[in-house]
T-cell receptor, first 111, second 114 residues
């Protein structure tokens, strides 16, 4: 079973700060990496995906991928209380289109 | 917008009952998935399907079966429900385009087995 590891948190940051969420994965052959946000009682929704080493920015969100270190992260700039949620890291499985999910990191942004 | 719908948001069943969870997507996606989500265990893949009448076991298929008779519909079947199958069940679908296999999730079904 390929592993996707995340710190469960909770990670608490003040409003306006940068939140940094981290994820490591065990399958060196993984090609696609996803960050999902899940509010309590709701289903996951995609924030970003990344395939290439380096950074990918979308608004206040930046995904960072380092395949050599098998590490992917999500930075949230100018954090807002509405960003409080669980963030799930997902990595493609070697069987094609299915994903392995981490257990998620709980983020709390305090006013 | 992609829409994935699930037949029930909440369901209560008795031990030993046969349970059907239905999932429908409206975007002609080839791939569909069933997960269960439990506190501390995260999302775990039960079954998935690449095409009509095709199915693949995920990580925890025991006690479950699936059916995909039409492209838009993927059903999860609990042959004889047990209390340890009390969980949140999430269906997802994906269209592979340019290597992006983003999964779109339905709203989930919270199943309680008494």
């Amino acid at each position: 079973q390929k592993e996707v590891e995340q710190n469960s948190g909770p990670l608490s940051v003040p409003e306006g700060a940068i939140a940094s969420l981290n994820c490591t994965y065990s399958d060196r052959g993984s090609q696609s990496f996803f960050w999902y946000r899940q509010y309590s009682g709701k289903s996951p929704e995609l924030i970003m995906f990344i395939y290439s080493n380096g950074d990918k920015e979308d608004g206040r969100f930046t995904a960072q991928l380092n395949k050599a270190s098998q590490y992917v992260s999500l930075l949230i700039r100018d954090s807002q209380p509405s960003d409080s949620a669980t963030y799930l890291c997902a990595v493609n499985r070697d069987s094609g289109y299915a994903l392995n999910f981490g257990k998620g990191t709980s983020l709390l942004v305090t006013p | 917008d992609v829409k994935v719908t699930q037949s029930s948001r909440y369901l209560v069943k008795r031990t030993g009952e046969k349970v059907f969870l239905e999932c429908v997507q409206d975007m002609d996606h080839e791939n569909m998935f069933w997960y269960r989500q439990d506190p501390g265990l995260g999302l775990r893949l039960i079954y998935f399907s690449y095409d009509v009448k095709m199915k693949e076991k995920g990580d925890i298929p025991e006690g479950y079966s699936v059916s995909r008779e039409k492209k838009e519909r993927f059903s999860l079947i609990l042959e004889s429900a047990s209390t340890n199958q009390t969980s949140m069940y999430l269906c997802a679908s994906t269209l592979i385009a340019g290597g992006n296999n983003e999964q779109f999730f339905g709203p989930g079904t919270r199943l309680t087995v008494l």
